[in-house]
């Protein structure tokens, strides 16, 4: 048995394969659904659910039964579905007398620190008041060319673990669990019911996309589990339609894979980690070094600045760093390979003295 018993705040995230039927969406499902959510939070548990089902739904209503390709029509679709799908949650839950609250996030938004805390706030506040917040990704704004888009909801729902220190993902598909080979192609293959390190052999052996209307795959939920490791949280990879499936997982039933974490990072380098990089910043080889003795980034060591960001934005360092910068890019194109005393002569009084200092820098290979 999974000991679970102190887990209190958790993420449950649902797939599309797991909502969908012929018909669009699979309403009795979400009664279920509701049903089961009750019985935990009436043990004290905080839900957060996050939801696919939106782009299906939206299809469905246009009578499409092929895989939506291209952005138009998926933001299209999207946006017919996504308030369809809330209606549903809606009036299943308010049977069971927990009220709902519709999140529709993307990913500049958890990238940037101001309306990343004010979302923090936002969700600390709804659990507060008993409801469960149902997240989806707005998939009628965000797009994979200007860096809104998640690309996923496995992945969705790892960064929203990470960010409001949950306790567990779980991870509800119609992936059972995660094989020690691919068992549509191997009969003997085996399910593994822990995970204690994501190796580049489990990395290599997740598959693609999966099924119509969905974009996750064994590989987006191997992502995830990466994100989650480092919050300190666990993640459990199941069949979201096994009769009961949440209420026996909390009970500690050895049901799915689950994975378990590395040790838990601070929340700002989870926020670093996680964050989009707005541009680039490439250093000379003494900078790299002094970084990696937990020195600051100044400006003598920055030979050229590549893309548009502002003060305080997440950017890339030589693409094996992350780093806050204290400038925006306009900023340090004026200061490249200046000393730093030169920096208010150049930019004015008021501004710091150094790039970037250790706290607000993380090397990717760490």
């Known amino acids: 048995m999974r000991n679970l018993a102190n887990v209190k705040r958790i993420v449950i995230k649902i797939g599309t394969s797991t909502l969908s039927n012929t018909h669009g969406i699979n309403t009795a499902y979400i009664k279920t659904l509701a049903h089961e959510v009750k019985k935990a939070k009436d043990t004290g548990k905080q839900i957060i659910i996050v939801t696919s089902g939106a782009i299906g739904m939206g299809a469905a209503q ?9 952005i138009k029509m998926r933001q ?19 049977s069971n007398k927990i009220v709902t609250a519709q999140l529709l996030l993307t990913a500049d938004v958890l990238s940037n620190r101001k309306t990343f805390l004010n979302l923090r706030n936002a969700f600390e506040t709804l659990l507060e008041l008993g409801t469960v917040p149902i997240i989806n990704e707005n998939d009628s704004i965000s797009t994979d060319e200007i860096n809104t888009a998640f690309g996923d909801n496995d992945r969705l729902s790892a960064f929203v673990a990470s960010k409001i220190d949950a306790d567990l993902l779980i991870l509800l598909s119609d992936i059972d669990a995660l ?22 052999e489990i990395e290599m052996g ?17 992502e995830a589990a990466k994100i989650i490791q480092n919050a300190g949280c666990r993640m459990v ?22 994975f378990l974490p590395k040790k838990k990072l601070s929340q700002r380098t989870r926020w670093i980690l996680n964050s989009i990089p707005r541009g680039k910043i490439l250093v000379d080889a003494g900078a790299v070094r002094a970084l990696k003795n937990k020195k600051s980034l100044l400006p003598s060591g920055i030979q050229k600045i590549e893309g548009e960001f502002d003060a305080g934005e997440v950017v890339f360092v030589n693409d094996c760093i992350k780093a806050v910068t204290s400038f925006s890019s306009s900023e340090l194109a004026l200061l490249l390979g200046k000393h730093s005393k030169d920096i208010r ?15 607000n820098i993380i ?4």
């Open 179 to 200: 094989y020690n080979k691919n068992p549509r192609e191997h009969r003997d293959a085996v399910p593994i019911p822990y995970v204690f390190e994501i190796t580049k």
């Open 237 to 258: 990879l199941a069949d979201g339609s096994e009769k009961n499936i949440i209420s026996r997982i909390l009970a500690g039933e050895e049901i799915g894979t689950m």
């Open 345 to 359: 002569h150049i930019l004015g009084e008021g501004k710091k003295d150094v790039v970037s200092t250790p706290e």
């Open 62 to 70: 246009l009578n499409i039964t092929k895989r939506i390709e291209g």
């Open 206 to 222: 997740a598959g693609t996309a999966g099924t119509t209307h969905s974009s996750g795959g064994m590989k987006t939920k191997i």
């Open 76 to 94: 299209a679709c999207a946006a017919i579905g996504q308030p369809l799908l809330m209606q549903e949650y809606r009036k299943a839950f308010l």
């Open 363 to 366: 090397f990717l290979d760490f």
